[in-house]
């Protein structure tokens, strides 16, 4: 993804590729903090994204990005809320890793280390969510046709907690 101070994706798209040797399909869904969406608004996207791009019975994981730029606050704790409550329901965190981009910005200290020193909220989340915590390094090149070992820990993540999605296609919005 492009660095934009405003939101860069506005609706959900799909890409498809193989990572180390599996196919993958990846949804970009809209970010929350932009203003010119309300959280239901993005809401209803990821709804509608994903039911009409994601394979019915397909194995789905999510992935919650955060930034170690900047501090997890309580506007990420309602997306949170509201993504599991009007998308995914209540079994949402089970099947979720978190990335952590910038793992430049450890300066050689250790992920784990690191979180040690979040706060209450910050562990109660990294507690439920079944796919634990990843940090990828953004300025890492990829080769053509090479897959990076962060990518393929994230992937295996992934893959050990993604559940068939409980999803949207039947359902009308509602909230759990």
């Known amino acids: 993804a492009r660095r934009s101070a405003a939101a860069v994706t506005g609706v959900c798209r799909a890409e498809c590729g193989t990572v180390a040797g599996r196919r993958v399909l990846v949804l970009d869904t809209p970010g929350f903090g932009d203003a010119a969406q309300s959280v239901q608004e993005i809401c209803a996207e990821i709804r509608r994204g994903v039911a009409e791009l994601v394979p019915p019975g397909a194995l789905v994981s999510q992935l919650l ?12 704790f309602a997306v949170i809320e509201a993504v ?3 998308v995914f329901g209540p079994r949402m965190l089970a099947s979720t ?3 952590w981009t910038h793992a430049d910005a450890l300066d050689g200290q250790s992920l784990e280390d690191y979180l040690q020193g979040a706060g209450e909220r910050v562990q ?16 890492q090149q990829l080769a053509e046709g ?15 907690v993604a559940c068939k999605c409980p999803l949207v296609r039947l359902r009308a919005p509602r909230t759990y």
């Open 146 to 160: 090479a897959s990076l070992p962060q990518v393929e820990d994230l992937l295996r993540r992934a893959e050990a």
């Open 97 to 99: 890793s978190i990335v």
């Open 84 to 86: 599991e409550g009007q």
């Open 124 to 139: 109660e989340l990294l507690a439920k969510v079944g796919g634990g915590s990843v940090a990828v390094d953004n300025r």
């Open 65 to 76: 990005i955060f930034s170690l730029q900047s501090r997890v606050g309580e506007d990420d």
